[in-house]
């Protein structure tokens, strides 16, 4: 099993709708982040979150929420989506500062239509 | 200025070359550098990682850091096609308790 899990791989949702990514991990961390990347924009940091009692905005919140229901378990909800939400997600957990990084999840492919 | 700059691509360089990536950021105070691989419709994976000025060799990749021109660069020597992957660099700031700053990355082609 993947040390870092998304839910759903793909999808695809119409305007308006509420939708839920789910991002679970089994590494231990406290540290959790979710980003969306657009072509050529690269990662953008939505949310994150460095325990189950810290949440932070990242660069781009509006229209966005989340829920940090665990230690593994960060969620990322769209509110009511809208067309230039489309873009492929990808939740994050970090060990902590320095020489660690983040070790990514497979990502999820979302069209709002 | 942007916290994290790459060099624009693509990149294309044949089969057994090496392909040279490079990295300025603007936050002095910057402690630690990443590189990520990306393929396509896939999730960056760490490559390397350097903290201390220098170079930091691993198998055909060497990072390259120079904290006084604010520099970091990624050497793949001897490149395969399948070294052909978007390559991110990331920066931990030091003052913002491991969160990573990411340049938009640069795209490699290694041709045969």
């Known amino acids: 099993d993947a040390d870092v899990t998304q839910t759903p791989r793909n999808r695809i949702t119409k305007t308006g709708k509420r939708i839920m990514l789910e991002c679970s991990q089994t590494?231990?961390?406290?540290?959790m982040y979710w980003y969306r990347q657009d072509p050529g924009l690269g990662l953008r940091l939505i949310y994150y979150?460095?325990?189950?009692?810290?949440?932070n905005k990242g660069e781009i919140s509006d229209g966005y929420s989340v829920s940090r229901q665990a230690q593994a378990k960060f969620s990322l909800s769209l509110e009511s989506a809208i067309p230039n939400q489309t873009a492929f997600y990808f939740c994050?957990?970090?060990?902590?500062?320095?020489?660690?990084?983040?070790?990514f999840g497979s990502g999820t492919r979302l069209t709002v239509v | 200025q942007k916290e994290v700059e790459q060099n624009s691509g693509p990149l294309s360089v044949p089969e057994g070359a090496i392909a040279s990536l490079n990295c300025t950021y603007s936050?002095?105070?910057?402690?630690?550098f990443f590189w990520y691989r990306q393929y396509s419709g896939k999730s960056p994976e760490l490559i390397m990682f350097?903290?201390?000025?220098g170079d930091k060799e691993d198998g055909r990749f060497t990072a390259q850091l120079n904290k006084a021109s604010q520099y970091v660069s990624l050497l793949i020597r001897d490149s395969q096609p399948s070294d052909s992957a978007t390559y991110l660099c990331?920066?931990?700031?030091?003052?913002?308790?491991?969160?990573?700053?990411f340049g938009r990355g640069t795209q490699l082609t290694v041709w045969p």
């Open positions: 994050a957990t970090s060990e902590g500062e320095g020489i660690y990084g983040y070790t």
């Open positions: 590494k231990g961390h406290d540290r």
């Open positions: 979150s460095f325990d189950v009692k810290d949440i």
């Open positions: 936050d002095r105070g910057s402690q630690s």
């Open positions: 350097i903290y201390s000025n």
């Open positions: 990331a920066v931990d700031r030091g003052s913002t308790l491991g969160r990573l700053y």
